[in-house]
């Protein structure tokens, strides 16, 4: 079984710059509070990190 972690959005994308919309949008997030299961790569991680105060990591799993 791959690790997965769980990605929580905690911020609007409203008046942010359109990369940091579409780093949302490429994690699957687009709602307030919404929560992905989402594979462990460094891409993902790295994609969180780009946005900590719209993104954060809340449970790793495996």
């Known amino acids: ?10 911020g609007s994308p409203i008046r942010r710059p359109a990369k940091q ?3 949302l ?4 997030l687009n709602k307030m509070h919404k929560t992905r299961e989402l594979e462990d790569t460094p891409s993902v991680r790295g994609m ?5 105060h719209l993104a954060v990591i809340i449970e790793e799993r495996g």
């Open 25 to 28: 949008i490429g994690l699957g």
């Open 1 to 10: 079984m791959a690790k997965t972690i769980v990605v929580k959005q905690i």
């Open 21 to 23: 919309r579409a780093t």
């Open 48 to 52: 969180v990190e780009s946005i900590p």
